[in-house]
């Protein structure tokens, strides 16, 4: 089993910053391509960020290109999203996934069938 906690959301006014973070157990967190998804009220849990076991490879959804980085530190199992130029749209439940199948070292996916293993979700709040 391998368990996944976020950490880091809240509420922020439009134009600021905040920093997820998600530590993970269980199998060597080196071998795990990591991902962030988020869900808002109503709508399907979508891909914000991926990357790769060495961190060669990310991906990020249009709407975040410029704005979130996604980045790993694998001596503290720890994945991070951090988020500036936050928008009101951006308000949701970001979940954090690991796709724990062997891949590549620079395999990272955007699909979310390929994650198995996902946290408890954070709350962003971002205020206009």
């Known amino acids: 089993q391998v368990q996944l906690v976020e950490s880091g959301g809240g509420l922020v006014q439009a134009g600021g910053s905040l920093r997820l973070s998600c530590t993970t157990s269980?199998?060597?967190?080196?071998?795990?391509?990591m991902g962030w998804f988020r869900q808002a009220p109503g709508k399907e849990r979508e891909f914000v960020a991926a990357?790769?076991?060495?961190?060669?490879?990310?991906y990020y959804t249009d709407s975040v290109k410029g704005r979130f980085t996604i980045s790993r530190d694998n001596a503290k199992n720890t994945v991070y999203l951090q988020m500036n130029s936050l928008r009101p749209e951006d308000t949701a439940v970001y979940y954090c996934?690991?796709?724990?199948?062997?891949?590549?070292?620079?395999?990272?996916?955007?699909?979310?069938?390929?994650?198995?293993?996902w946290g408890q979700g954070t709350q962003v709040t971002v205020s206009s």
């Open positions: 996934a690991a796709d724990v199948s062997y891949r590549a070292l620079s395999y990272a996916t955007r699909t979310r069938a390929n994650y198995e293993y």
């Open positions: 990357i790769s076991r060495n961190a060669a490879t990310v």
């Open positions: 269980g199998r060597t967190f080196s071998s795990y391509g």
